[in-house]
Structure formats: structure tokens, C-alpha cells
């Protein structure tokens, strides 16, 4: 068997690296309001442990490469990871989740650095909502940031939106419209419930099915057929729009049977599953000087602990304790 296959035949070809557990933000549906631990500094994996990991991930068969956090563009020096990262040769594809606060600045040199594709995560287009839902009033450097990143060209950029019942399940329209106007992939994330304090409640659900038919309402949806760099969203245009509207449904129609991801926390922990707690630390073996091979062995253990399928439901909460901000979505 391949060393990146795991035991239901899935071929793990991409790893999410989280290089910070530090936001700007304090999403309501991301971080515990109270009680949150950071990491102290020392616990961070280092640039060159990170790249370490990402080069034994390659040897067995890692192709995809996402930069995340916290917020990753909060990390001091990114560029140099990004640059060291977008220049190793069997990566075929390196991108960034971001909340955008900092992108004006950064999206050019990110850009310079190498990488193509970046995912920004804004929920709500109304700046005192924005406030609410981020408890920071960024809302305005969040549009400086997308407007510059299409600048620089950026292609595509998605942004990423959770929709949650009874916040911003009213703009729905609106967010349609900027798919209209503007080349962004609306990509509409249902609300997972990650993090033993998190907000999530079933109430609060609302599936893809049901945001798809809303839209619908508005004009018809054309399937857009999916391509290489796809991820589990399907996805649509409305009729001369120049972005496409995504639905991603962790929870409604999962897509564990395809799931190829690792992630790799900023504490050096490998998570097999993103709603599932189990991890297994590579900190260690790292710090403690194992060689290429060792590594190469725990991470494969990480492949082989993967579970056939989440257990999170519509109605439950899963097994995901741990808060969202410090696993890197
Ligand atoms: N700070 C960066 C950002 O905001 O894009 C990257 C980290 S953030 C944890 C990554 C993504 O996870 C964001 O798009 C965020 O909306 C999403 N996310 C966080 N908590 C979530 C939840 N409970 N359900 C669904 N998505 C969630």
C-alpha cells in the first residue's frame, strides 16, 4: 500500500498547517469567550521544525499545502515560510486561510512570495454586524485587504462565510449579489460544532439544502464543474455572475469517504480528523532529534489513525473538544 494511503483507501495528498494559535479576532462561533490558554512561545513549532514536517509529509506523498491558524498572517516572518514552502519542488499547490485584517498590507508580498490562491473568512457585509461577530471593528481593512488582493491577482478568492441562524442568515442576497459583481467564490461553510465552550447549538444550524433553495429564490443556480484544486465544495454560478456561489456540508451530506487532509496544529500535534480529538504529537520526536525515517513513521501513524467518518451530527456536538482557533481550520 502506498505510505500515504490510509486504512479505507483514502489517498492523503494535502496537510492544513497551522502556524499560529493567535487571532486578531474573537469570532463568537471560533474561540471560547472566557478561559482561552494560548500556547506559550516555546510551544510553537519553529519555521524550521515546521518545514521539517511539510518535507517528510512530501517524501510520502503531501501535494497541497495550506497555511492557517489563528491567524496566520499575525506570525512574524511568514513570508519566509511561505517562500521556503512555495519552493519546494513536489508541493504542487500552496495557499492561505486568512481573516484579511492585515491583507492590504500583506497581500502583495504574499503574492511575491509565490502563493496564487487565498481563502478569506468575513461573515457578514453589514460593518456593525462585523463588529458583533468579531468583537473588533476591522470591517473596513477586511474590504481594503480583498480589493487588494484581487489587485495583486490573487485567483480565485474565496470567501469563506458560516452561516448561522438568526446573525446572518438575513444577507444571503447580499452575499449572492457580491458573487454577481465581483470574481469571489462565496463559499457558504455550515456551523460545525467545534470546542467544548463554543456557542454552537442545533438552533443555530442552517443546512447548505436550505441556504441553496433560498438562493435559488433569488435566480437559478448552473452547477459549475469541479476542477483539480477543488475541495469538498459543490459548486454553482448564478447566470452571468462573474464569482460562483459553494456550499461546504460537513455536517448535512459529510464528505469523510474523500477526505484527504492532515493537519498539523501549532503545537505540533498531527490531527487526523478535523471534529475528532485524537492527535498524535510530533513535537516531540522532532525536539528530541529523530531522524527523516522516524518522522516519516509518525507521520504515517497520523495517517493510519484516521476514522472512517466524523461523528459530529446536526443534533450533537462529536467528539471535538478542542476550540477551532487553536486547530487551524
Ligand atoms: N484566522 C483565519 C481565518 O479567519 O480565516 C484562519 C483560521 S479560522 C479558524 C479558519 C476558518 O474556520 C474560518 O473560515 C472560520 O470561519 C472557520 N470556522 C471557525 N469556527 C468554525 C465553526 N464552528 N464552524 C464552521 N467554520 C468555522
Not at 458583533?132 to 487588494?148: I, N, Y
Request: overall charge neutral; aromatic content about 6%; charged content about 30%.
Amino acid at each position: 500500500m502506498a505510505p500515504n494511503v490510509d486504512p479505507y483507501n483514502r489517498k492523503i495528498t494535502y496537510l492544513r498547517v497551522s502556524v499560529i494559535d493567535r487571532c486578531n479576532l474573537r469570532c463568537i462561533y471560533c474561540q471560547p469567550v472566557k478561559d482561552l490558554k494560548l500556547l506559550d512561545h516555546a510551544d510553537i513549532l519553529s519555521y524550521e521544525e515546521i518545514l521539517k514536517v511539510i518535507q517528510v509529509a512530501t517524501d510520502l506523498g503531501i501535494r497541497k499545502v495550506r497555511l492557517t491558524g489563528g491567524e496566520p498572517l499575525l506570525r512574524r516572518n511568514l513570508l519566509h515560510l511561505v517562500e521556503s514552502v512555495c519552493r519546494i519542488p513536489q508541493i504542487e499547490d500552496v495557499s492561505i486561510t486568512t481573516n484579511a485584517v492585515l491583507l492590504e498590507e500583506m497581500a502583495r508580498p504574499l503574492f511575491e512570495a509565490g502563493i496564487r490562491r487565498i481563502n478569506v473568512s468575513l461573515d457578514t457585509l453589514n460593518p456593525l454586524k462585523y463588529a458583533k461577530m468579531t468583537g473588533r471593528e476591522c470591517f473596513d481593512a477586511v474590504m481594503r485587504g480583498l480589493q487588494t488582493a484581487e489587485a495583486v491577482g490573487f485567483s480565485p478568492i474565496k470567501v469563506n462565510v458560516v452561516a448561522i441562524r438568526g446573525l446572518n442568515d438575513d444577507e444571503l442576497a447580499r452575499f449572492a449579489d457580491l458573487s454577481v459583481q465581483k470574481s469571489y467564490h462565496i463559499r457558504f461553510i455550515e456551523y460545525m460544532p467545534i470546542g467544548r465552550d463554543s456557542a454552537w447549538a442545533p438552533e443555530k444550524y442552517i443546512s447548505s439544502d436550505e441556504i441553496r433553495s433560498k438562493l435559488e429564490a433569488l435566480g437559478p443556480l448552473l452547477q459549475v464543474q469541479r476542477s483539480f484544486h477543488d475541495g469538498p465544495a459543490e459548486r454553482y454560478r448564478f447566470e452571468s455572475a462573474k464569482g460562483e456561489i459553494g456550499f461546504i456540508t460537513p455536517l448535512s451530506h459529510h464528505f469523510c469517504p474523500s477526505c484527504n487532509r492532515l493537519r498539523l496544529t501549532a503545537d505540533g500535534r498531527l490531527r487526523p480528523c478535523l471534529l475528532a480529538d485524537e492527535e498524535v504529537d510530533i513535537k516531540t520526536p522532532l525536539r528530541n532529534g529523530c531522524n527523516q525515517e522516524d518522522l516519516k513513521r509518525v507521520f504515517q501513524e497520523a495517517i493510519a489513525r484516521k476514522p472512517k467518518q466524523h461523528h459530529a451530527e446536526i443534533l450533537e456536538r462529536g467528539e471535538c473538544i478542542r476550540p477551532m482557533s487553536t486547530i487551524g481550520g
